[in-house]
């Protein structure tokens, strides 16, 4: 069964802007501020991102593929928690699969099966070796990049948006990619400030 993507924001520092604000303000002495927004925004200009690091969030994810989560854990600065292979089954068999959208339908619909069919094989070789008392962690040898899996995601503001700048391009992968849309306007909604420049990557998939 194909998998539905799934991104909550389940935790962030309470008041992440002025977190960062008065982070920033320390350095003159003046924390209290009229407009934490557009003095972080200010800063952010001048390129001194360090005070981001002061605010982070925390993510869950679930419905993305192990293919997703192999490019995912490049990213540094940040902690991850992924469904373990070895003590979670798989039988049931859930996956995600390319919408191969840039090819002809006919193409696409053809060699969309042959994935899914392939797909399918795994799993119920999967299953088979697993009721022949195989271990699931050598068991999940034969399963694809497809296989689905789900994250828990602690990252910093700072961290955030350079995964931002990178994962909202438009040359990056598609499945990624989404998944950044998701983040981006779930921490726009608590936090604009501290991505409004990020903005239009997220609308037109360009700096």
Not at 69 to 83: G, I, Y
Not at 111 to 122: C, D, G, H, I, L
Request: positive net charge; hydrophobic residues 35%; glycine residues 4%.
């Amino acid at each position: 069964m194909e998998a539905e993507l799934k991104v909550e924001l389940v935790a962030y520092t309470p008041n992440p802007v002025e977190v960062c604000g008065r982070a920033a303000g320390v350095s003159y002495d003046k924390e209290e501020k009229e407009d934490y927004g557009a003095f972080v925004q200010k800063i952010i200009r001048l390129g001194h991102e360090s005070i981001l690091e002061h605010a982070s969030f925390t993510f869950r994810v679930e419905g993305i593929s192990r293919a997703l989560s192999h490019q995912w854990v490049r990213h540094r600065v940040c902690s991850f928690t992924q469904r373990s292979q070895r003590r979670v089954d798989e039988g049931k068999g859930r996956y995600v699969l390319p919408p191969l959208d840039y090819l002809p339908e006919e193409v696409r619909r053809e060699q969309r099966e042959k994935m899914e069919e392939f797909v399918r094989k795994s799993f119920e070789l999967y299953r088979g070796l697993v009721a022949a008392g195989v271990r699931k962690e050598d068991a999940r040898y034969v399963l694809t990049n497809a296989t689905e899996t789900k994250m828990y995601w602690t990252v910093n503001a700072r961290e955030l948006r350079h995964f931002f700048r990178l994962r909202l391009h438009e040359e990056s992968q598609w499945e990624i990619r989404r998944m950044a849309q998701k983040m981006f306007d779930l921490v726009y909604q608590v936090a604009p400030p501290l991505f409004e420049d990020l903005k239009k990557m997220r609308e037109t998939g360009r700096p």
